[in-house]
């Protein structure tokens, strides 16, 4: 069983930066797609960032330019460094993994930006 743990969130000023990690425990997969999810109060669970094996990664349009996902191969540990926090970016953040047969979530972390 993999279980997902985060570490990362907190309060920071707007304007400032966090990064978040997510280390898997358990057994350890190759070629696994990892994301990073967020859901502020009252809101759906929306995308942020992907990255694949070979470190190819996408962005939600809110977030490019200001976020950048990261791996730590072969360990499946998963970064997200965010910069220039907004307001709007306070949110339960969600570490994801996907392998050929199953998925796995984090438990989350907050992170709240004050204006």
């Known amino acids: 069983q993999v279980q997902l743990v985060e570490s990362g969130g907190g309060l920071v000023q707007s304007g400032g930066s966090l990064r978040l990690s997510c280390a898997p425990s358990g057994s350890i997969f190759s070629n696994v797609v990892m994301r990073w999810y967020r859901q502020a109060p009252g809101k759906e669970r929306e995308w942020v960032a992907m990255?694949?094996?070979?470190?190819?990664?996408s962005y939600a349009n809110s977030v490019k330019g200001r976020f950048t996902i990261t791996r730590d191969n072969p360990k499946n540990i998963v970064y997200l460094q965010m910069n220039n926090l907004r307001p709007e970016d306070t949110a339960v953040y969600y570490c994801?993994?996907?392998?050929?047969?199953?998925?796995?979530w984090g438990q989350g972390t907050q992170v709240t930006v004050s204006s």
């Open positions: 994801h993994l996907q392998t050929t047969s199953a998925t796995y």
């Open positions: 990255i694949i094996a070979s470190g190819s990664q």
